[in-house]
């Protein structure tokens, strides 16, 4: 059977299957999920389990609000349709084309019986209520699979990282789920919506955003705790990496980012 070119056509495919008794994971759904999570301290998740072959959720906890900022029921009654509309548009692209994949052709090349073995994580930008975006941590593992090995049910957890990370880039891991908790990832990759996305540092991305606070260059040092001669050394590569002329183009490249 060839294998769906998009998320889209995976959702379309699992349709004819069925999936079975996912109830019997609603009494305590998240517990061996909890456990081999690596989870930013005083991070709470939303949790949820997932039936493809509907397009469903089945169960949605109170986290989900808190984490994404949309009531639970709102992913209970808008299925995978809701969340795919407050997904950013690049980022839904890359788990489309990118992230998804990878994991169907891996599910694919193990038996069935050892999908539940392994912890799946990406993260990606989800659009608020007031128009701006938030990070979102998705960690999942499988709860059943087709014949064919293609998964029909998943049990997540999303957690904020909006607080560590705005940035564009998609991180991708799969990792082996142990009796000691998580192995050495078998997959782990980074995606970028456009290959500017990936031309900045971590330390040239904060002065960005301090540049949109409107901090100037002494301001920026003290924060950051840095002298003043490197933080306009910086300025300078994040002027020519991004193409910019002034600060109105490096303000605009970080709302295209979805840093603002």
Not at 16 to 27: A, V, Y
Not at 179 to 205: F, H, K, M, Q, W
Not at 219 to 235: D, G
């Amino acid at each position: 059977m060839a294998s769906p070119k998009s998320y889209q056509e995976f959702l379309s495919m699992v349709q004819h299957h069925e999936t079975s008794n996912l109830t019997q994971f609603l009494d305590a759904p998240t517990v061996p999920l909890l456990k081999s999570l690596r989870m930013p301290k005083h991070h709470f998740p939303g949790t949820y389990i997932l039936d493809y072959t509907k397009s469903k959720y089945i169960a949605a906890s109170q986290g989900m609000e808190s984490v994404s900022g949309y009531r639970s029921q709102s992913f209970l009654e808008g299925g995978l349709d809701f969340t795919t509309q407050i997904w950013h548009n690049e980022d839904a692209k890359i788990f489309s084309d990118k992230v998804h994949s990878t994991n169907l052709k891996f599910l694919q090349e193990i038996p069935t019986q050892q999908h539940g073995n392994y912890l799946f994580t990406c993260n990606y930008r989800i659009r608020t209520r007031f128009g701006g975006f938030r990070n979102i941590l998705q960690q999942s593992v499988f709860l059943q699979s087709a014949e064919t090995g293609e998964p029909l049910a998943t049990m997540g957890c999303i957690t904020d990282i909006s607080s560590l990370r705005m940035d564009g880039r998609v991180t991708h891991t799969v990792e082996p789920i142990t009796e000691n908790g998580l192995g050495e990832p078998v997959i782990s990759n980074v995606y970028y919506a456009r290959p500017e996305d990936g031309l900045l540092s971590t330390r040239e991305v904060e002065i960005v955003k301090c540049i949109c606070e409107g901090l100037s260059s002494a301001e920026i040092a003290k924060k950051l705790f840095i002298s003043v001669y490197t933080v306009n050394n910086h300025r300078q590569h994040i002027m020519q990496k991004t193409n910019s002329r002034n600060v109105a183009d490096v303000i605009k490249y970080a709302i295209r980012q979805g840093w603002l």
